[in-house]
């Protein structure tokens, strides 16, 4: 079946103008046969994170924060559609079992608590987004994706059971799309096998969408955003950057590795395994190709700046004076994957290992215990990782104007470098 899966973010769905933006977009390929993924509206899935902290708190409040994101959702509703009892019953369902969860006392899975819970805004917004296509009567149908995407439970960072979710999508998504053009899905979140949900990941849902443009042969995948593209570094750090028209896979994944938040960097493997072209594209400006990325070759790019905040740089070193030789490097290797610390950066020297790591100071901390007595570990926080792709002397210098630079690196067309950012000094007026 010829079809295309479009997943539409969090920014896209922040408000009412946001859906009705949605359904502009979607009026433009009424007659395609297309999956929508889309994300919870706004900044709803760091509310939904607050609801999780405070009732493992037991400050008493989770209940009133789930109040004020339900009041949200009902408001944006109200503001779209004309709300019917069908449509206020579809909406509280969802609220109740959490409503449910939150009366028992907390089970001791954080992370599987916090699946059920975080999990909700995007079962809202799908819904709320069904429920405005039904009104402005454009084919489609609402699915749960958890009847499709199945995976282990590993909770909050799931992985994919690949053959099943496979057979799922063909069996459950290419059916519905014959009864209706648009089937409106929600990204990611999964289910497994024994239907708990769980969730994929913070900023899952470009994945979702590229395992159903996968599982589905889809012939694109589209990402609608608040950019005009992939640009040449984040719009928010830099002036005067510009959009890549064309990017290759490998290119992608090079940028996203290192932090460029403009995909998931888990979105490109699947898609690249099939050779569908993934279009980034403004949701704000829907006549724009954006960007397309697919299977170019020998492409030249101008310097591409990629900068991950909130990195620790790790300094490793044996006690005694032994070297850092294979078995410990092994055995560190060995941890960092045990506590799921992403290695950015490293480097080895006689009696010492360094690695740049994203800082997630709960797993730093129990790496570090358990290192144990025979290493000492220093560690260096508030720095950034500055990835350069094809770089040039001009930029370079100017990347590390008022930078004290830890740690740099240079491999073929990529500079990295682990940096602390300088305040200005400025000699003090004399009297
Ligand atoms: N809503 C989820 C998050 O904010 C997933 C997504 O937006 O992609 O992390
Ligand atoms: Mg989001």
Redesign the pocket.
């Given at each position: 079946m010829q079809l295309k899966v479009f997943k539409f973010?969090?920014a896209s769905v922040k408000d009412a103008e946001g859906f009705i933006n949605v359904g502009k977009i979607l009026q433009k390929y009424k007659d395609d046969k297309i999956v929508i993924v889309v994300?919870?509206m706004g900044k709803t899935?760091n509310a939904l994170e607050e609801v999780v902290k405070s009732y493992y708190a037991g400050d008493g409040k989770a209940a009133e924060l789930l109040e004020n994101i339900k009041n949200n959702h009902f408001q944006l509703i109200s503001q779209l559609i004309p709300v019917s009892a069908e449509i206020m019953d579809d909406i509280n369902d969802t609220f109740v079992e959490i409503d449910w969860i939150l009366e028992e006392s907390p089970h001791d899975d954080y992370d599987y608590a916090y699946d059920q819970i975080v999990s909700i805004g995007e079962l809202l917004s799908s819904k709320i987004l069904a429920h405005y296509l039904h009104y402005m009567k454009i084919s489609s149908t609402w699915l749960d994706i958890r009847d499709v995407i199945l995976t282990d439970n590993t909770y909050r960072d799931a992985r994919i059971q690949w053959e099943t979710t496979q057979t799922n999508a063909k069996n459950k998504i290419e059916p519905l799309l014959k009864s209706a053009n648009h089937v409106v899905t929600q990204g990611f979140i999964g289910s497994t096998s024994e239907n708990f949900t769980t969730t994929l990941g913070r900023?899952g849902?470009d994945y979702t969408a590229a395992i159903l443009s996968y599982c589905l042969d889809a012939e694109s995948m589209h990402i609608w955003k608040d950019v005009p593209g992939v640009l040449t570094g984040d719009p928010r750090i830099f002036d005067e950057v510009i959009k890549l028209p064309r990017l290759s896979y490998k290119e992608a994944i090079e940028m996203t590795y290192y932090g460029a938040k403009v995909i998931h960097p888990k979105t490109i493997k699947p898609i690249q395994n099939k050779q569908i072209p993934l279009y980034v594209r403004p949701f704000l400006d829907p006549a724009s190709e954006g960007t397309v990325i697919s299977d170019q070759k020998e492409l030249s790019y101008p310097p591409i700046i990629v900068i991950e905040p909130d990195q620790t740089l790790l300094h490793i070193s044996t006690n005694d004076f032994s070297f850092v030789a294979e078995h410990h490097l092994s055995m560190i290797f060995a941890l960092l994957a045990k506590y799921r610390l992403k290695v950015n950066m490293m480097r080895n020297t006689a009696i010492s290992f360094t690695v740049c790591v994203n800082n997630i100071p709960e797993r730093i901390k129990k790496f570090e215990n358990e290192l144990g007595q025979e290493f000492k570990m220093i560690t260096d926080n508030d720095l950034e990782l500055v990835t350069i792709r094809h770089f040039n002397e001009d930029v370079l210098k100017d990347m590390k104007k008022n930078k004290l630079i830890l740690f740099e690196e240079k491999l073929q067309d990529t500079v990295q470098m682990v940096v602390r950012n300088l305040p200005k000094m400025k000699r003090k007026e004399t009297q």
């Open positions: 973010g969090g994300s919870a899935t900023e849902s």
